[in-house]
C-alpha cells in the first residue's frame, strides 16, 4: 500500500496539480472553484423518465423493434432477464472488411475502415428499475454477460480493444431511459487506454510494481470486500470519480469469474447508492478499464483492469478541450472522506 | 496543399476512422449515428440571457463587484471597451511559489503547486452583445488583448503553457452570460499540447513540412481571407468543428500583429455567423492552440498555431471517457460544404 502524501486529516486547501502513473493526467484541485456562482438556470438532477413504457423498444414485449439479439438470459426464454442485441445505430460496421491501415503518409492523414462491433445490453425487462435497483446477484448477471460477449468478440483477430460503458441520465449521454449499457469492439488500441497501458508500464519499470495495486491508501478508500475495493482515485479527473478494483492483480476484465461477479455486482450497487444519496440521484457514466486484446504476455505484469464511475457534475469546457488537463473542485481526500461515511440503509 | 483521400464529391457513407497529423487522436466517422432517436427531452439550442443588467459583475458601472483589473482598452478611461480581470474563483493561485515538481516516485504520484494565473476579458462593457455582434476591428481588439496579456505572463519563467478559450452558453459550461474569455496561464505543458507537439514533429521528421501548412485541402475549406484560412479538419473530433488557421507558417499566436488581428477578428466573425444560421445559434467553444513558451527553436519549424471552433452538438459519454476515442455523425467533407454555402447577408 502507499502512502499517502497528504495526512489523514482534510486535504490541503490551496490549489494543487496532481498526476498519477494510471492515467498520467493533469489535474487541477482548486476548491475556490466550487463557490462560483452560475446566471444560468441549474440543470435537474433527477433523470426524467419521460418515454412510457408502451413506446420503449428495449422494455419485455417489445423485441421486434430492436435490432437483432445476440444472446438473452435465460437462453430461449420469453421471459428474459436480460438482452444483448446490436446497437440499431452503430458506430462501426460489422458487415465491412477489417481493412489494413490506409495511411497517407504525406498528407499525414490516416484512414481505417470502420470496422467494428456496437452492442447494447439491456440489463433489465422492467422500464422503472435502475441497475442499482437490481440485487447483487442480478448486477453479477449483468457483469458476466459484459464478459461473455468480450470472449466471443476476442475470436476476431481485428478487434483489439473491446470498451464496455455505461451512459446512465440525459446530460450523461444517454439518449434512452431504460435501462441499459453498451459494448463496443474497436480494430484500434484506443488513445486514452494506450496512454494508460504507457504509464503503467513506465511505472512498473521503474519499480517493479503495479500502479493500480498501490492505489489503495487509506485516505482515499470508500469500501472494501473480500476481493475489491472501491476508492477514489489520488488524481480523479472529476468531483467524486470513483473506481473499484480487484484486489488481485488481474488484467483483463473478462476473466472475472460468476462468484466474484456477484462480489463486484454487491460493492458497485454499494457506490451507486452511495452516490445517488450523496449527490442527489446523479447523471452519471461508467466505464470498464481493461487491457488490449491479443497476446502480450510482459503487458499482464503491469496492467490491472478496474471499473470507473463518473457522476456527471460540471461540464467539460473550453479549458479542459484546448489542454486536456481537468479542473476538479473536490480534493479526493474529501470525496473519499464524505463517500465513506455515507449511511445506506 | 495536401490532397484530399476522397473525391470532391460527397463523403463515404459507411463508418470511416480517421486520424490526423495534428491532434493524432483516433476518430470515428459514423453518419448511421445521426439518425438515432432520444427518449429524453432535447436540450434548447438557445442560451436565455437570464441576468438582468443591474446583477452582472461583467457589466459596465458594476466594476466593484469584479476582482481586481488587470488593464483595460482603452487605459484608464472609466467608458472602457474591454477589460482584462483576474478570476474571482481562480483554478490557480498567483499567491503561491512555483515550486518544484514534488515527484513521489515510489508511490508514482506527482503533486505541483497549483501557481498559476487565471484571468478573464470581458469583451464588451454592455450585456446584450455578443462577440459576434462586434465589428472585425472590435474582435481585432479582444485578440490583440489575448496578445498582449500572454506576453506579460511569459515573464515569468515558471509559466510553460497559456490557454485562451471561451465558453458561450450554459451546455458549452459558461456560468456567466455576458460575453467574456478566459486566459489561464499554468506552470505545466498540457497533455494535449504535448500530444499535438509530438505528433507535428512526427510529422515533420517523416516529411519535413507542417501538419497544420498541410492541412488545407478544397474540400475541407470553408472560407479564405489574404492571410488566414477557416477548414473543417479531416478527423475533426466534433461535429461541424472549424479551424482558423494563418496561411504564414507561424508557431505562437502571440506574435499576431494588429493588422492581421483586425483580419482574423472578420474570419472569426465569419465563421461564428455562419455557424449561428446554420445550427441554430448553439452554445460553443474555441480555443486557441499554440504553442509552449519559452526558448526551442527546432519547435518553431513544425508548430504553426491555429483557432479551433466548436459549436456544442452533442454529449461525450462513457464511450469517449473510457476510450479517448470520439464519434462524429458528421463527415467533414460535407460539413465544410455547407458552411461554404451558408449565405450570411
Ligand atoms: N430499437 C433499437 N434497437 C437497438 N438499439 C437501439 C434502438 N434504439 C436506440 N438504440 C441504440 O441504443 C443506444 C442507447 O445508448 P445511450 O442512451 O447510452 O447513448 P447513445 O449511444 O445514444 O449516445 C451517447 O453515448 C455515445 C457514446 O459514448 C456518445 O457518442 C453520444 O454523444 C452520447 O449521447 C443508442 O446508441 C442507440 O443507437
Ligand atoms: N465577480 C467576478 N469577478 C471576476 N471573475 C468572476 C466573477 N464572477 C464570476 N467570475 C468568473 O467568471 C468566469 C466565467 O467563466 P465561464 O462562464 O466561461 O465558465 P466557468 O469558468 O465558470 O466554467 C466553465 O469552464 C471551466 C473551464 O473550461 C470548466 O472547468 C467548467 O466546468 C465550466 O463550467 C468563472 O470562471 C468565474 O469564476
Redesign the pocket.
Known amino acids: 500500500m502507499a502512502s499517502s502524501s497528504s495526512s489523514d486529516s482534510s486535504a490541503p486547501q490551496t490549489p494543487q496539480l496532481r498526476k498519477d502513473s494510471v492515467t498520467n493526467r493533469w489535474v487541477i484541485f482548486s476548491p475556490a472553484?466550487a463557490k462560483?456562482?452560475?446566471d444560468f438556470k441549474s440543470k435537474s438532477p433527477v433523470n426524467p423518465n419521460q418515454q412510457h413504457q408502451q413506446q420503449c423498444p428495449f422494455c419485455i414485449g417489445h423485441e421486434h423493434e430492436c435490432a437483432p439479439e445476440i444472446f438473452r438470459v435465460p437462453p430461449d426464454n420469453p421471459d428474459w432477464k436480460l438482452r444483448v442485441i446490436q446497437n440499431l445505430y452503430p458506430a462501426l460496421s460489422r458487415d465491412i472488411p477489417a481493412a489494413e491501415e490506409g495511411n497517407n503518409s504525406d498528407s499525414g492523414r490516416v484512414v481505417v475502415n470502420g470496422f467494428g462491433f456496437h452492442d447494447v445490453v439491456i440489463e433489465t425487462p422492467v422500464h422503472s428499475v435502475q441497475l442499482s435497483d437490481l440485487s447483487p446477484r442480478e448486477i453479477g448477471e449483468v457483469l458476466v454477460t459484459y464478459t461473455r460477449r468480450i470472449k466471443q468478440l476476442m475470436s476476431y483477430d481485428s478487434i483489439k480493444y473491446v470498451q464496455v460503458f455505461k451512459n446512465h441520465g440525459a446530460s450523461a449521454g444517454a439518449s434512452m431511459s431504460h435501462s441499459h449499457s453498451q459494448i463496443m469492439a474497436l480494430p484500434v488500441v484506443p488513445p486514452a487506454v494506450a496512454t494508460r497501458l504507457g504509464s503503467m508500464k513506465e511505472y512498473f519499470d521503474q519499480t517493479g510494481k503495479c500502479s493500480v495495486c498501490e492505489s489503495n491508501s487509506k485516505d482515499l478508500l470508500i469500501d472494501v470486500s473480500a476481493h475489491f475495493i472501491s476508492i477514489v482515485p489520488f488524481a480523479a479527473t472529476f468531483p467524486f470519480e470513483m473506481w473499484i478494483i480487484p484486489l488481485d492483480h488481474s488484467s483483463h476484465f473478462h476473466e472475472l469469474d460468476s462468484e466474484k461477479a456477484v462480489e463486484l455486482g454487491g460493492i458497485l450497487k454499494l457506490v451507486l447508492r452511495k452516490m445517488s444519496l450523496q449527490l442527489n440521484n446523479p447523471p452519471f457514466n461508467f466505464m470498464v478499464q481493461t487491457s488490449p486484446l491479443g497476446d502480450n504476455a510482459s503487458q499482464l505484469l503491469y496492467s490491472h483492469w478496474f471499473m470507473q464511475i463518473v457522476p456527471q457534475l460540471?461540464?467539460?469546457?473550453?479549458?479542459?478541450?484546448g489542454t486536456g488537463c481537468?479542473?476538479n473542485p473536490v480534493f479526493p481526500e474529501d470525496a473519499a472522506k464524505v463517500l465513506r461515511e455515507v449511511k445506506v440503509s
Open positions: 472553484r462560483r456562482p452560475s460540471s461540464v467539460v469546457a473550453g479549458f479542459e478541450m481537468y479542473i
